[in-house]
């Protein structure tokens, strides 16, 4: 396979992607869109980067429906919009159900090999892409934040995290153990085997386009399976560039498949299709969970680890550190503009801190958490007028909007430089409001009373999301007490957003099913039997 330092003057697996792997810094990225659109010999109509499929191993032509022609329609492809300008810079191709099939196959016949390669072997392939990746690291931070709009600095973190995802699988699938009993009474030992499930689907939201996918394909690979993968649509950039690493660190050929496309045309082939024999592993919205669910009802083999929505709260004691308090509750509302589905957006604060809380937040807020600074701008113009849409009815419910005025806060109707809402935080929030139930994923964030630790149990689980939460308090015994009551997956207390990757990720309630990370992604990624062996 070659050392981890790759060769420099290895081709490149895509003409494509060559322009934009050149791209390592922000500056030679915004010359880079900035330049004068030309006609280019893809077929790309002057886009800047036409994306493709990346099946068996090479980096396949536009889509079937297209493939004789330099020309596109809007029903082939969807325009990669870079949310810091609102303009285009590339193209996502819309993958068809019968290339998805050829994908699936190419998995398929992956699989046998892949699925019996040494443990030791598959450890090489994903210490060789962590590698590269890292090698690269500034390349992916800055495609991240074009492609995302993120910061920069969010993207720099989101890429080192998608590093430890391909290290830590790749060590951990060193050091496994099993289980072996003699039955009591007899001569008969009993022992647990595992093998790889099969060829899967993982999907991948847009909020945290790299981590998040990595986060699936990294065991995936170290447990022995094989997948065809697919980015949301909205952010596939950083995944058109992970498949060129792919290519480069010598992952055998139809082992990590990607194919780029939206929901309803790709996604609904890609879980349906029975080629698919492990399972889908799918972190995004609710709805979509819920379509995966109904569209597999009928293939009973397959495993579903659903990873679904949040709407976290935030519970400040009066005990707190105020200052501490705020800067912790303040990072999980507003980090990465609010659309991490951990952000704890219903903030919850005892009412004998609760109005100095409320001044010492805003300020907090103003002064650090600034659009183009630690703020970026909201992934799509679709998303920035969901995220209006509840500032009107914020407006319209008489909810206070600190430190502004509700006319300042509520941004425009058509953004016309990116798609940049500053952070605003609500008080007097009636409490029936959606404000209060809806998944917003922006930078809005909501602030309550509580008088009694009950009832901040009882308005911390009073929603149907259960994924995360964070308990902000001195008391080591409330620690316990509350943070056991909380229905959420995880549950962070005096600190947001720390993971060891070999604890349970996943949330309860209408926030998904199943749970990933160390033995929890084994138990997602391989078939566990039980062999039964006489002694004599």
């Known amino acids: ?15 494509i992607i060559q322009n934009a792997w050149s791209c390592d810094t922000l500056e030679k990225a915004e010359a880079f869109l ?37 020309t596109t329609t809007a029903s082939q492809y969807i325009e990669a919009i870079n949310p810091k300008t609102g303009r285009a810079f590339g193209q996502v191709p819309i993958t068809s159900a019968d290339e998805v099939e050829q994908a699936l196959r190419a998995a398929t016949d992956a699989f046998g090999a892949w699925s019996t390669t040494p443990a030791t072997v598959r450890s090489k392939h994903l210490q060789r892409v962590a590698g590269l990746i890292q090698e690269h690291r500034e390349l992916f931070a800055v495609w991240e934040s074009i492609d995302q709009g993120k910061t920069l600095e969010r993207a720099r973190v989101e890429v080192d995290r998608a590093v430890s995802n391909f290290n830590y699988f ?14 009591d009474g007899s001569n008969i030992l009993t022992y647990e085997h595992r093998s790889p499930a099969g060829v899967f689907a993982l999907i991948s939201p847009w909020n945290m386009p790299l981590y998040l996918l990595t986060w699936k394909m990294a065991p995936c690979l170290a447990f022995g399976c094989t997948a065809v993968a697919k980015p949301s649509e909205v952010t596939s950039m950083t995944a058109f560039l992970l498949c060129e690493v792919f290519r480069r660190a010598g992952l055998p050929k139809g082992a990590m498949n990607v194919v780029f496309g939206d929901g309803a045309t790709t ?21 979509t969970g819920i379509q995966i669910r109904r569209d597999t009802a009928d293939q009973i083999y397959k495993h579903l680890s659903l990873e679904l929505g949040g709407k976290n709260p935030t519970l400040v004691f009066e005990d707190v550190e105020l200052d501490k308090a705020v800067q912790t509750a303040a990072m999980a509302a507003f980090e990465n503009q609010g659309e991490i ?15 100095k809380f409320v001044a010492a937040f805003t300020s907090y807020v103003q002064t650090n958490y600034k659009c183009g600074e630690r703020v970026g701008a909201v992934v799509s113009h679709q998303h920035y007028t969901k995220i209006r849409s509840y500032l009107l009815l914020a407006q319209s419910e008489g909810a206070s909007f600190s430190p502004t005025t509700s006319s300042e806060t509520i941004p425009p109707a058509d953004p016309s430089n990116g798609y940049w809402i500053d952070p605003v935080v609500l008080t007097d929030v009636p409490p029936t409001s959606r404000l209060l139930q809806d998944e ?14 009950d009832e901040a149990v009882a308005l911390a689980n009073g929603n149907p999301n259960g994924l995360a939460a964070v308990l902000l308090t001195r008391d080591g015994a409330r620690m316990r007490r509350v943070g056991e009551r909380l229905e959420a997956g995880l549950v962070w207390v005096n600190c947001w957003l720390v993971r060891e990757l ?23 990624f391989t078939h566990v039997r039980t062999l039964h062996v006489p002694l004599q």
């Open 170 to 183: 790749s060590t951990f699938i060193l050091h496994q153990q099993t289980a072996a009993r003699v039955v």
């Open 440 to 453: 917003i994923f922006g930078p809005v964030a909501t602030i309550s009373r509580f008088d009694t630790e």
């Open 34 to 70: 900035a330049s004068p659109r030309q006609a280019s010999s893809d077929g790309g109509d002057g886009y800047k980067i036409r994306m493709q499929n990346y099946v068996g191993g090479s980096f396949a032509g536009s889509p079937s429906s297209a493939s004789s022609t330099t």
């Open 502 to 524: 070999g604890t349970p990720f996943g949330g309860m309630k209408s926030s998904g099913t199943g749970r990933e990370g160390g033995e929890y992604s084994r138990d997602v």
């Open 267 to 287: 996604g609904s082939a890609l879980v349906r299709s029975p080629l698919v024999r492990g399972g889908v592993s799918f972190t995004g919205g609710t709805a």
């Open 341 to 355: 589905c951990l952000c704890g957006s219903r903030i919850y604060v005892q009412s004998s801190i609760y109005d």
């Open 1 to 15: 396979m070659g050392s981890i330092q790759e060769d420099a003057s290895a081709e490149f697996g895509s003409s």
